[in-house]
Nanobody, 117 residues
Framework: QVLLVESGGGLVQPGGSLRLSCAAS????????MKWYRQVPGKERELVAG?????????NYADSVKGRFTISRDNAKNMLYLDMNSLKTEDTAIYYC?????????WGQGTQVTVSS
């Protein structure tokens, strides 16, 4: 059974920081491209950051988070991370972990991030 479990969300003030984690099980984690998405009610889910698997481990970011968010992975622990700094109110959303390999695609249940004073 494939499981992606996000954690680390919460309430933070503008300018603050959070680290999201995604624990993966049931997949050959190092082979998978891993991504973070986010979604607010009434809007489509948007890609926040991605990191390729297998070879290369290239990173890509949405323009709105470049310079503030950093995606990383620990293949030995089957973990994906998203370090979020200088948070803004518009970063408020449910954040989802996503794993892709060929035609295989898996999602976590999401973790809520709320940026508010």
């Amino acid at each position: 059974q494939v499981l992606l479990v996000e954690s680390g969300g919460g309430l933070v003030q503008p300018g603050g920081s959070l680290r999201l984690s995604c624990a993966a099980s049931g997949i050959q984690f190092s082979r998978f491209d891993m991504k973070w998405y986010r979604q607010v009610p009434g809007k489509e889910r948007e890609l926040v950051a991605g990191m390729s698997g297998f070879h290369g481990y290239q990173r890509n970011y949405a323009d709105s988070v470049k310079g503030r968010f950093t995606i990383s992975r620990d293949n030995a622990k089957n973990m994906l991370y998203l370090d979020m700094n200088s948070l803004k109110t518009e970063d408020t959303a449910i954040y989802y972990c996503n794993a892709i390999y060929g035609s295989l695609r898996y999602w976590g249940q999401g973790t809520q991030v709320t940026v508010s004073s």
